[in-house]
């Protein structure tokens, strides 16, 4: 009975985190099938390891952390480098892209967002699209909150230089 308790416990905490975990993990490696191994190791390193979980942090900022550290060693991986040489010969041109980013403005902003260096595109992510703070931003990534506000600076500036045709109302305030 209680392995069953323990069970029904574990499939809440993923139907309760799945999106959230796969959007963003797909938001640092850009690919939905490694997105999705990594949530999936992410799961079951949680529930191997339960008990090590001390509830000093939400469940939610806890599988967030581990997550994080998944994409990044995926992004360090000798197979990431691989599969992205690979797929730059397979890839549509640039100027074919291009055209078909144009006729979407939000598709434009998450290619410009996507293109972003990992620590520049992962504050801007926490920032705007998952709306943490300065302070849950610094403790989700392990930072000083004044390296959050340099790299949320550096980011927009990034974003406007690669957006400067169009009226971002979000970056021209800023």
């Not at 640039?94 to 595109?121: C, F, G, H, Q, T």
Request: proline share 2%.
């Amino acid at each position: 009975m209680d392995s069953y308790l323990e069970e029904q416990r574990f499939q809440q905490v993923m139907q309760e985190n799945m999106d959230y975990l796969l959007k963003l993990a797909y938001l640092y490696v850009k690919e939905w099938p490694a997105a999705e191994d990594i949530v999936q190791e992410v799961f079951l390193t949680f529930y191997q390891k339960f008990e090590q979980f001390e509830e000093r942090a939400s469940l939610k900022t806890y599988l967030a952390r581990i997550t994080i550290n998944r994409c990044k060693d995926y992004l360090k991986s000798w197979r990431y480098r691989t599969h992205t040489l690979t797929n730059s010969f397979k890839s549509p041109t640039k100027r074919s892209r291009n055209v078909m980013i144009e006729s979407d403005e939000k598709l434009e902003l998450a290619e410009a967002v996507l293109e972003l260096p990992l620590k520049y595109r992962e504050v801007i992510i926490h920032y705007y699209f998952e709306e943490l703070s300065v302070l849950e931003i610094s403790q989700l990534l392990i930072i000083s909150d004044s390296t959050v506000k340099t790299r949320l600076r550096k980011a927009r500036s990034l974003l406007k230089e690669k957006l400067k045709d169009g009226e971002w109302e979000v970056l021209v305030n800023e």
